[in-house]
């Protein structure tokens, strides 16, 4: 098998609509390992419907979602294991405000994949070490920065050593002085090899870092291709009309 | 004054009357600790079968449950079950009936704590758990529980002193605790000071209790 044209993450006419409402209505996407790829796309898009159907934390209509070559879609499927597969970032971070950092990231590690404590704790501070936040291992949620708080995110995603990591607008949350940080251990992560899929209103970051932009509009992709062709020359009218509006 | 003295703050009654009353005492203490987390445990249940269950059912029957045993006063539950379960041909020990009396009624106030507790969790907490491969049971006994216990600590606190308290109805079915202790020593004596010594050892049992609850109360309002 070329592993190097296996798509990680498929998706095949995926649809999804509440009631009479249609909010993806066929969304065909192949992220291949080790690609950095940027969905963008005005609010109320689907695009963030579409990056959680991904991992199933809301269910599609129809269509195919295939992680590194299981159905998420299809019956009797393991989510629990699959979903080990998929790391997922999240705007609002959703830290567990109970546990200190160390017990953010080692949740998981031991009560999924059944590591030792000292296992665990071993993963997780390597993970930490890689979003730059290994000497807060102690600290609680609260007392950390926004941005120190999305990178323990990022870490707690990243410990389990996911296939792919999904990003549902993973700065949107953040005071402009600290989305940088994140930005950063975000492009770090990416040259470090991992599949990522990135849904984003940062079209700086999406035209410097990412292999492909997707636009997506109406719960459909208009348009996809490398950055310098979406951002320099776009192709459709709603995709050019869409930049004048974020870019001007 | 002599007669007030003499009436209710009799000390030579206290000194006759303290071995008699604490043992009432430990009575209440074991009954509260054995009806506290049977009916905790019984309100926690419902409540995850509130929220947590997809049901219409399941959740209309736990709504008809918790609505009845807060309307029903539990002095006549308690009545009802150890004077008429033996008609039903229930052959329930004394304890038994006390027990099952004193969880029905405190369940329906614990579940309603508990399901406020667990719907002050954010939905993001959820999502974050299940995206990481644990199950629905793990996320909630890992994530969602300890969140919702925490928010809800000041509320179940005061439950449990409510319950305390109320353990003094079983003093209606016969059951020797610190109430029934005291009225028996006021009817031997013909003076109502032993009931003034049971208010005292109910303050000295409570009073910490509230202590506390004050100062999570205290805690409670000012991380808001």
Same mark, same amino acid.
Request: glycine share 8%.
């Given at each position: ?21 249609e ?10 390992? +080790?690609e ?15 990056l ?7 269910e ?7 992680? @590194?070559?299981t @159905?998420l ?13 998929i790391?997922?970032?999240?705007q ?18 031991r ?23 290994? @000497?807060?291992?102690?600290a609680?949620p ?22 792919i ?10 005071d402009?002085?600290?989305? +940088?940080?994140?930005l950063?251990v ?14 984003t209103?940062e ?11 997707v ?10 291709g ?7 020359a776009p ?14 | ?33 054995l009806?506290?987390?049977?009916g ?9 079968l ?14 008809l ?17 150890y004077?008429?379960a ?14 099952l ?17 667990l ?5 993001g ?20 529980l ?8 000041? @509320? ?20 020797p605790?610190?109430?029934k202790?005291a ?29 506390l ?9 000012s991380?808001?």
């Amino acid at each position: 098998m070329n592993t190097a044209a296996y798509p990680i993450l498929e998706l095949v006419g995926l649809r999804k609509h509440y009631g009479d409402q249609e909010v993806l209505k066929g969304i065909d996407l192949r992220v291949r390992p +080790g690609e950095l790829v940027c969905v963008i796309g005005p609010s109320g898009s689907g695009k963030s419907s579409m990056l959680r159907c991904c991992n199933r934390l809301e269910e599609c209509s129809g269509g195919q979602i295939v992680v @590194d070559g299981t @159905d998420l879609a299809a019956p009797g499927v393991n989510l629990n294991q699959v979903r080990q597969k998929i790391g997922m970032v999240f705007q609002q971070f959703n830290l567990y405000p109970h546990l200190n950092v160390l017990g953010n990231v080692t949740l998981a590690l031991r009560k999924v994949q059944g590591y030792s404590r000292a296992k665990a704790q071993e993963k997780a501070l390597a993970a930490l070490a890689r979003v730059g936040l290994a @000497d807060k291992a102690d600290a609680w949620p609260a007392a950390l920065s926004g941005g120190q708080q999305q990178r323990v995110g990022i870490a707690r995603a990243i410990a389990l050593e996911p296939r792919i990591v999904l990003f549902d607008e993973p700065t949107s949350a953040l005071d402009p002085e600290l989305v +940088g940080s994140v930005l950063q251990v975000m492009q770090e992560l990416r040259e470090s090899g991992m599949t990522m899929l990135v849904v984003t209103h940062e079209m700086a970051f999406a035209r410097a870092v990412a292999d492909r932009v997707v636009f997506m509009d109406g719960g459909v992709i208009v348009e996809q291709g490398p950055p310098d062709a979406i951002f320099g020359a776009p192709r459709e009218l709603r995709t050019q009309a869409f930049l004048q509006r974020v870019c001007s | 004054m002599d007669a007030l003295l003499a009436n209710f703050l009799n000390v030579a009654i206290y000194k006759e009357v303290a071995p008699y009353l604490l043992q009432g005492l430990w009575t209440t203490i074991w009954l509260s600790l054995l009806v506290i987390p049977l009916g905790a445990g019984l309100g926690l249940v419902l409540a995850i079968l509130a929220t947590k269950v997809n049901n219409r059912g399941i959740r209309w029957l736990v709504a008809l449950y918790v609505d009845f045993f807060r309307a029903f006063p539990p002095l006549v539950l308690l009545i009802f079950i150890y004077f008429g379960a033996p008609f039903l041909g229930w052959e329930l020990p004394k304890l038994g009936s006390i027990a099952l009396g004193f969880m029905l009624n405190n369940s329906s106030y614990f579940a309603e704590v508990f399901r406020a507790g667990l719907g002050s969790v954010p939905r993001g907490q959820e999502e974050a758990a299940r995206s990481t491969g644990l199950s629905a049971w793990k996320t909630l006994v890992y994530v969602t529980l300890p969140q919702a216990t925490r928010n809800v600590l000041p @509320d179940l606190l005061g439950n449990v002193i409510e319950v305390i308290k109320m353990t003094s109805l079983a003093s209606v079915v016969a059951l020797p605790e610190l109430l029934k202790a005291a009225r028996d020593a006021q009817s031997m004596f013909y003076n109502p000071s032993p009931v003034i010594l049971a208010a005292l050892l109910y303050l000295a049992l409570l009073w910490p209790l509230v202590r506390l609850l004050s100062h999570l109360e205290n805690r409670r309002f000012s991380n808001r």
